[in-house]
């Protein structure tokens, strides 16, 4: 049986244990800025891959 490699933070890659949720991780170990920075990143690069398609 194949098993689920852990989760892992997109903004600083620690792994999130099995039963425990990204949401909490993120509102607990990130700073506004540093979430909006993400989501603002990750929207461009997302809106870049659709024009180059």
Known sequence: MATKPPL?????HA???HGHKLEHHLVDNHQ???LAKFVATE????ENNE???
């Open 15 to 17: 792994q999130i244990r």
């Open 32 to 34: 506004k800025r540093q």
């Open 43 to 46: 929207t461009v690069a997302m």
């Open 8 to 12: 892992e933070c997109p903004i600083c």
């Open 51 to 53: 024009i180059s398609e």
